[in-house]
């Protein structure tokens, strides 16, 4: 799970920062994959 948030965090600081559903999305994506994990 490190690796998809550090990631979301890429995605969030660089080249998709204009992009504002795109990171929510992720985030969504990262918690349901934590809750299967979990």
Do not use: P, R
């Not at 490190?2 to 918690?31: F, W």
């Amino acid at each position: 799970s490190n690796l998809l948030s550090n990631l979301c965090i890429q995605m969030e600081n660089n080249q998709y920062s204009e992009v504002d559903g795109l990171v929510d999305e992720c985030e969504e994506l990262l918690s349901m994959l934590i809750e299967q994990c979990t």
